[in-house]
């Protein structure tokens, strides 16, 4: 049985492409491909089907990254078949947990720095949108320093549903 993992920012162009790309990137490096399913979304839908940002584009590939990608708007629906939705900052989190149906599908949504050791009370990671490139190489920065405990904590129960 398949565990789906849901990635959600603001728009779904930039924060949390780069880290479904990078997530999908170590989940097929660990050899879990066929146990874990990765995707993204948006709190809002007033990107819906446009590319991922240009910016993100050039960053991923820079870096050896798959970068297609459509933007697309998270649906409260979606949770039933979600193990795990990953909110890149407090104000997604905040807004997913009031989507949520139920307190078991809340309690689905996690914040992704939550998942690096060495965030401390930097809980967020920044929107890049309205800056720069190094906006973008930052982002990319943090969603690699959390995608390896964040891949730990997946491993562990896709495995034990393998199992």
């Known amino acids: 049985m398949t565990y789906r993992v849901c990635f959600v920012c603001t728009g779904n162009i930039c924060r949390s492409p780069m880290a479904e790309s990078v997530f999908r990137a170590r989940v097929a490096e660990a050899g879990l491909d066929g146990l874990v399913e990765v995707?993204?979304?948006?709190?809002?839908g007033w990107h819906e089907g446009d590319p991922a940002d240009p910016r993100t584009v050039s960053v991923l590939e820079e870096?050896?990254?798959?970068?297609?990608?459509?933007?697309?708007?998270?649906?409260?629906?979606?949770f039933a078949r979600l193990d795990l939705v990953v909110a890149l900052d407090e104000g997604h989190l905040k807004a997913l947990r009031r989507l949520a149906p139920?307190?078991?599908?809340?309690?689905?949504?996690?914040l992704l720095r939550s998942?690096?050791?060495?965030?401390?009370d930097d809980v967020d990671v920044p929107d890049p949108y309205y800056g720069g490139m190094?906006?973008?190489?930052?982002?990319?920065?943090?969603?690699?320093?959390?995608?390896?405990?964040?891949?730990?904590?997946?491993r562990e129960k896709a495995e034990e549903r393998a199992a």
């Open 115 to 120: 998942y690096d050791p060495t965030s401390g």
């Open 63 to 78: 870096h050896g990254y798959d970068s297609g990608h459509i933007a697309r708007q998270f649906q409260a629906s979606w």
């Open 102 to 110: 139920t307190e078991q599908d809340a309690a689905k949504v996690r």
């Open 134 to 154: 190094e906006g973008f190489e930052e982002c990319l920065a943090l969603v690699e320093a959390a995608s390896t405990g964040l891949l730990d904590a997946v």
């Open 39 to 44: 995707d993204s979304a948006g709190t809002g």
